[in-house]
């Protein structure tokens, strides 16, 4: 089946830090991947769509230049933490779809960022 | 408005049946997802409805009606592995995946 790598699955940074999280969609391509953050005992919340070659869609109340995404390849998306506070601490999830009808979501493992 | 409902939280005893619910309103309809997710995990896919009806997969069948906006994730023989979050999620007219907060399942042994 298909497969999403996310990594790191977890990092500790200070404070003023960014932080770089790779998405990789490992046996599909992906004109669109999607990025999500979650916070202990609460739903997935969208953060941003990544676009191939294109600016990432942000949605209301995300900060594009806070979070920042790159979709470089038909296989790997990035979402960098800018200047990390903590309470940018969180459990950030990508997720893939393949480029065919009616096909599911593919979450990576996640990425649990702390922020110090 | 898109709305998707799900219980909070539903409790059930091991090797029993449990059914978790899920009711929508969104714009436009282009199916309907519903993953596992454990504590601290990322969501995995379960099953997938577009077509009206029952669809089996092992112990867990997925169930959807779209004239009534609703569908129901069924687990049978219960395991303790199964206690974990189960999110609803539509698809609606733009593609966009509309999440469900969720329902917490919590084995008994």
């Known amino acids: 089946g298909a497969v999403v790598s996310q990594h790191p699955s977890w990092v500790i940074c200070k404070s003023g830090t960014s932080v770089k999280i790779e998405c990789r969609s490992l046996d599909f391509q992906a004109t669109t991947m999607f990025w999500y953050r979650q916070f202990p005992k609460q739903s997935l919340m969208l953060m941003a769509t990544s676009n191939e070659g294109s600016k990432a869609t942000y949605e209301q109340g995300v900060e594009k230049d806070k979070f920042l995404i790159n979709h470089a390849s038909l296989t790997l998306s990035t979402l960098t933490v800018t200047s990390a506070h903590p309470e940018d601490s969180s459990f950030y999830i990508c997720s893939a779809r393949e480029a065919r009808e009616n096909s599911p979501l593919h979450f990576g493992n996640g990425t649990r960022l702390t922020v110090t | 408005g898109q709305n998707i409902d799900q219980p909070t939280e539903m409790t059930a005893t091991e090797g029993a049946i449990v059914q978790i619910n899920c009711t929508y309103q969104?714009?436009?309809?282009?199916?309907l997802f519903w993953y596992q997710q454990h504590a601290g995990e990322a969501p995995t896919f379960l099953s997938y409805?577009?077509l009206d009806g029952l669809e089996e997969k092992g112990r867990f069948s997925s169930f959807l009606s779209r004239s009534k906006g609703y569908s129901y994730l069924l687990l049978k023989e219960l395991q303790m592995k199964d206690s974990a979050s189960y999110l609803c999620?539509?698809?609606?007219?733009?593609?966009?995946?509309?999440w469900g907060a969720g329902t917490k399942l919590i084995i008994k042994p």
């Open positions: 969104t714009s436009g309809f282009n199916g």
């Open positions: 409805n577009v």
């Open positions: 999620a539509v698809m609606d007219s733009n593609y966009q995946l509309i």
